[in-house]
């Protein structure tokens, strides 16, 4: 089966489907969403999916969408980055859920008024900086007491919590401040068939404003 994701370079949630896919070697192909031209609220996207974000992801007539629920599925599929029990299976999931609430949550928000909306240093960035932060030092604290999130092995609770961890420059942290985030990033980075977000999908370097 061939998998099309609608997808931008610049979004990690995207970023989490697209290497999931690229890991399995997967037949798939990018479908450019222009977000900051505002692409993602015209009507043919909106029909594939009404909230008007990335990732969506066509497999066949099947349309999925939310990171999260892709990758789920993708794990189910190819059998790759699954849990080996329903009991690891809930850890899983609870570790995805916990990265789209406090990790993805507050990094992707964080990164795109220091990148992208160039707000400066204000009481809103070091507000969330503070959240993601703390998220950041619960996700550190694990990962200095197991090579990977829920198992010995990576799964797709990796996959998800990786999805903006790429750009720490452009987030505004060290990740030598988080030596077992940084670790097992670089474990990530030597797994076959992986690459940056900004190679994997369109839409990189953004145009000249």
């Known amino acids: 089966m061939k998998y099309k994701l609608h997808c931008f370079a610049q979004s990690g949630n995207a970023y989490k ?3 999931m896919l690229n890991l399995c070697e997967a037949n798939w192909e990018p479908v450019f969403v222009d977000f900051f031209n505002g692409k ?3 009507a043919s996207f909106l029909e594939l999916n009404e909230t008007g974000e990335v990732p969506v992801m066509e497999a066949g007539e099947l349309v ?9 599925y993708l794990a189910d599929e190819f059998e790759q980055f699954d849990a080996a029990s329903i009991p690891e299976h809930r850890e899983i999931m609870r570790w995805i859920l916990f990265d789209n609430h406090k990790i993805s949550g507050s990094v992707s928000t964080l990164r795109f008024l220091r990148s992208y909306a160039k707000t400066g ?3 809103i960035t070091a507000f969330i900086h503070a959240r993601a932060e703390k998220a950041l030092n619960v996700l550190n604290a694990r990962l200095e007491k ?13 996959l998800s919590l990786c999805g903006y961890l790429f750009w720490p420059e452009e987030i505004g942290f060290d990740w030598e401040n988080f030596p077992g985030i940084g670790a097992w990033l670089e474990k990530l980075q030597a797994l076959p068939g992986w690459a940056h ?13």
């Open 146 to 158: 197991s090579p990977f999130v829920v198992a010995d092995r990576p799964t797709i609770a990796d």
């Open 197 to 209: 977000p900004y190679d994997l999908m369109p839409g990189h370097p953004l145009p000249e404003a």
């Open 121 to 123: 240093e204000t009481d």
């Open 40 to 42: 993602q609220r015209d």
């Open 17 to 19: 489907v697209a290497l």
């Open 64 to 72: 999925l969408s939310q990171s999260g629920v892709i990758l789920d």
